[in-house]
């Protein structure tokens, strides 16, 4: 049955043609997505690594003040939080949304009437959290946004663990890449986020993002309008690896991203009675690393001082928004 031509009552210039559906729902008929490339049909029902069939999945969508300030500005970005996730982090503090425990079905049309509202809010930008696995949808009702006046970066806020082609495939919808850089141990990333693999595809994408997007572009009132900006979370007793992370992304790109080295780690329930995972990192290894980062040549970016640890900001799931 040939899908029908969707239609919005609050934004009549937002269509989604039925040929663009159609090609949407093909590239989940054999998912690669992601670097598991788990294969199976999800328009079928089938579920991968993620957990997720071709519904979008999503737990809030809402202004959200509490990224980086390039990205904020004077009302927050408008960020939607998608369920599921294509890691499984030991130590996630948004274990709920990440396993699609928590989460609302959201069409292709009101995804892209979110993006508009959002930006009828002030947003500053889109922010998409984790969109990795729900790629073909979201850029199916970004065009349609942008064909009914949505004029916002966007950013792809990620953890990192994508592939190049999958980086590709958002070429021309994607302003902002914010991805995380998280390990560079083999070790670590198997065992902390069930991905051995995750820095030899991690970091051939950050290559492309950074290709993409090219040099870091400002708005007159410090918004960032285009440009990657890395994030890396120092964890517990992690410190060489942490080093070995600010090593190569100075080595790779130089002043030619933008960096955000956070302290924010906060041991979660689920690792309470983790012999490593259970602690913070102590204050005083963050500021070696932070000067370390200093001292190689970083001058572009974000580092954390003091109380800000202690400021990581969990929203509450419920479906704000969608």
């Given at each position: 049955?040939t899908?029908?031509?969707q239609?919005?009552?609050?934004?009549?210039?937002?269509?989604i043609p039925?040929?663009e559906?159609?090609?949407?729902?093909e590239e989940?008929?054999h998912c690669?997505?992601?670097?598991?490339?788990?294969g199976?049909?999800?328009?079928a029902?089938?579920?991968?690594?993620?957990?997720?069939?071709?519904?979008v999945?999503?737990a809030?969508?809402?202004?959200?003040?509490?990224?980086?300030?390039?990205?904020?500005g004077?009302h927050g970005?408008g960020t939607?939080?998608?369920?599921?996730?294509t890691?499984?982090?030991?130590?996630c503090?948004?274990?709920d949304?990440?396993a699609a425990?928590t989460?609302?079905?959201?069409?292709?049309?009101?995804?892209?009437?979110?993006?508009?509202?959002?930006q009828?809010?002030g947003?500053?930008?889109?922010?998409?959290?984790?969109?990795t696995?729900?790629?073909?949808?979201?850029?199916?009702?970004?065009?349609?946004a942008?064909?009914a006046g949505?004029t916002l970066?966007?950013?792809s806020?990620?953890?990192?663990y994508?592939?190049a082609?999958?980086?590709?495939?958002?070429?021309?919808?994607i302003?902002?890449?914010m991805?995380?850089?998280?390990y560079?141990s083999?070790?670590?990333?198997?065992e902390y986020?069930?991905a051995?693999?995750?820095f030899?595809?991690?970091?051939l994408?950050?290559?492309?993002?950074v290709?993409?997007t090219?040099?870091?572009?400002?708005?007159?009132?410090?918004?960032?309008?285009?440009g990657?900006l890395?994030?890396?979370?120092?964890?517990?007793?992690a410190a060489?690896?942490s080093?070995r992370v600010l090593?190569?992304?100075w080595?790779t790109?130089?002043?030619?991203?933008?960096?955000?080295f956070?302290?924010?780690y906060?041991?979660?329930?689920a690792v309470?009675d983790?012999?490593?995972?259970?602690?913070?990192?102590?204050?005083?290894?963050?500021?070696?690393l932070a000067d370390y980062a200093?001292?190689?040549g970083f001058?572009?970016?974000?580092?954390?001082?003091g109380?800000a640890?202690?400021?990581?900001?969990?929203?509450?799931?419920n479906?704000?928004?969608?």
């Amino acid at each position: 049955m040939t899908p029908a031509l969707q239609t919005s009552e609050k934004y009549p210039l937002l269509r989604i043609p039925p040929e663009e559906f159609s090609a949407c729902r093909e590239e989940y008929t054999h998912c690669a997505l992601c670097p598991r490339r788990c294969g199976v049909d999800r328009t079928a029902g089938q579920t991968g690594f993620c957990g997720c069939t071709d519904t979008v999945l999503a737990a809030r969508a809402a202004l959200h003040p509490w990224e980086e300030p390039c990205l904020t500005g004077a009302h927050g970005a408008g960020t939607v939080f998608f369920s599921g996730c294509t890691l499984r982090c030991l130590y996630c503090q948004n274990a709920d949304i990440a396993a699609a425990k928590t989460a609302w079905p959201v069409t292709p049309l009101r995804l892209a009437e979110i993006f508009l509202e959002l930006q009828e809010k002030g947003a500053a930008c889109i922010d998409l959290v984790t969109p990795t696995h729900f790629a073909p949808t979201i850029r199916l009702a970004l065009r349609a946004a942008k064909r009914a006046g949505l004029t916002l970066p966007v950013v792809s806020n990620t953890s990192g663990y994508e592939t190049a082609e999958a980086v590709r495939a958002w070429e021309g919808l994607i302003d902002i890449w914010m991805p995380d850089l998280k390990y560079v141990s083999e070790k670590l990333s198997g065992e902390y986020s069930s991905a051995p693999n995750y820095f030899a595809e991690a970091s051939l994408a950050l290559r492309e993002m950074v290709r993409q997007t090219g040099d870091p572009v400002f708005s007159d009132d410090g918004l960032l309008l285009r440009g990657v900006l890395v994030r890396h979370l120092l964890l517990p007793r992690a410190a060489a690896d942490s080093r070995r992370v600010l090593t190569w992304l100075w080595e790779t790109f130089g002043n030619h991203i933008l960096l955000s080295f956070m302290n924010q780690y906060t041991p979660m329930p689920a690792v309470s009675d983790h012999p490593i995972l259970s602690r913070r990192p102590s204050p005083q290894t963050y500021e070696r690393l932070a000067d370390y980062a200093a001292s190689l040549g970083f001058e572009n970016g974000y580092f954390q001082e003091g109380e800000a640890a202690k400021e990581s900001f969990i929203p509450v799931w419920n479906g704000e928004g969608l």
